[in-house]
Structures are given as structure tokens and as C-alpha cells.
């Protein structure tokens, strides 16, 4: 089964530092571009980045919302890709999620993580 | 950043009706336009890629038109399960943005 699943969220205080983590399983990972889409309360969904395979050298996107403050990365070893979250204000509490960027369909997002929620707030 | 405009934003139906969203893009995106429904709670999940592809086990009553600046979302006999969220996306440049969302609920 194509799953993923996301880890790491939690409450942090304005200024502070997150990591989540998303786990791929049931696909080649490696052969994929991933993204992260978040969803604040009550709200639509914004996109928040992507991160390139390894044949287009892990390059990194991301929205102006979040530039300088998150990155983005991966371990395929892992089957893993990660938001780092520095410098959180209390608009980016939302659910995170990351989804699979699947190239045959046009770059739709294709396959979605169950989500996971980052409160800030002091 | 291209723009994406859905409307209506919130659409009364009722079980057996046929409606149509609308999603328009600030610039053309040729056939680089999915569709999504996320219901409460739920993770979005896709319904229609490059505009017009049903993704496989997408009930046929769901179906897409449109190319550059252009989409609509058509589904045709409502059931009660289908009143959610519809977000249309842009794939054609990032950042891929979504459209504000279409809330259809039950009249």
C-alpha cells in the first residue's frame, strides 16, 4: 500500500523550532519529487515547498510565506523527507502535510499523508 | 505567482442535482489543473488531474473541462457523499497554488 506519514508536530512557542518528518513506504521514494501543503484552522490549503529528486539535484522550492525560515530535505535511505520549521510565527499553525508530486499526472499530488498539526502559540 | 479564483465559494445542492464549480487562472496554465475534495477532517484527496483525467476508481459522475485560463468541475447526480471541499491547483509553475475552495453542502 502507497502510504505516508507524518511526524514531529506539536506546540512551540513563537520563535521557536520544529522538525517534521514524513515516512514513505509502498512506492520507490527516491524517484520522486515530494511536497509539503499546509492547512491552517478553518482554512484553505497553501502550498509550503517542494523538494526535488536526485536526478534534478535535490533542489528545493518554497513559498514566499515560509523562504528563509524552512527547509526542506531528504534521506531516500530513509524513505524520508523533513520540514524544518525555524523562526515560527502564529501563522503557521496548520496541519502539515506532505504529499507526492507525481510527475505522470501532470504534477498533481497524488498521495497524501494523514497530516500533522503545529500549534504556535506562546 | 499565478492566481487561482474559484467560484462559487459555497454552493447549496441537493442529493440528485447536477453542479459545476469554476476555477480560473490568473494566466494560462494550458491543461496543468487538478481538482481535489477533502471532506471535514478528512486529507484532500485527488479527483482529476490535467483537467479533464479521472483518477482511477473516481466515480464517472465526476468530470473536468477546460484548458488556460478556464475550468470547471461538473458532477452530475449528487450522492450524499460527495458534499466537501473542492480546491482546484494549479501544476503549471510553482509555486502550484490552490484556489480559495468551493464548500458544497446540502440544501
Known amino acids: 500500500e502507497v502510504q505516508l506519514v507524518e511526524s514531529g508536530g506539536g506546540l512551540v512557542q513563537p520563535g521557536g523550532s520544529l522538525r517534521l518528518s514524513c515516512v514513505a513506504s509502498g512506492f520507490t521514494f527516491s524517484d520522486h519529487y515530494m511536497d509539503w501543503v499546509r492547512q491552517a484552522p478553518g482554512k484553505g490549503l497553501e502550498w509550503t515547498g517542494r523538494i526535488r529528486n536526485k536526478l534534478n539535484s535535490y533542489t528545493t522550492e518554497y513559498a514566499a510565506s515560509v523562504k528563509g525560515r524552512f527547509t526542506i530535505s531528504r534521506d531516500d535511505s530513509q524513505n524520508s523527507v523533513y520540514l524544518q520549521m525555524n523562526s515560527l510565527k502564529t501563522e503557521d499553525t496548520a496541519i502539515y502535510y506532505c504529499?507526492?508530486?507525481?510527475?505522470?499526472?501532470?504534477?498533481?499530488?497524488?498521495?497524501w499523508g494523514q497530516g500533522t498539526t503545529v500549534i504556535v502559540s506562546s | 505567482d499565478i492566481q487561482m479564483t474559484q467560484s462559487p465559494s459555497s454552493l447549496s445542492a441537493s442529493v440528485g442535482d447536477r453542479v459545476t464549480i469554476t476555477c480560473r487562472a490568473s494566466?494560462?496554465?494550458?491543461?496543468?489543473l487538478n481538482w481535489y475534495q477533502q471532506k471535514p477532517g478528512k486529507v484532500p484527496n485527488l479527483l482529476i488531474y490535467?483537467?479533464?483525467s479521472l483518477r482511477s476508481g473516481v466515480p464517472s459522475r465526476f468530470s473536468g473541462s477546460g484548458s488556460g485560463t478556464d475550468f470547471t468541475l461538473t458532477i452530475t447526480s449528487l450522492q450524499p457523499e460527495d458534499f466537501a471541499v473542492y480546491y482546484c491547483q494549479q501544476s503549471y509553475r510553482t509555486p502550484p497554488g490552490f484556489g480559495q475552495g468551493t464548500r458544497l453542502e446540502i440544501k
Open positions: 494566466q494560462g496554465i494550458s491543461t496543468y
Open positions: 504529499a507526492r508530486f507525481y510527475i505522470p499526472w501532470g504534477g498533481s499530488l497524488d498521495v
Open positions: 490535467g483537467a479533464s
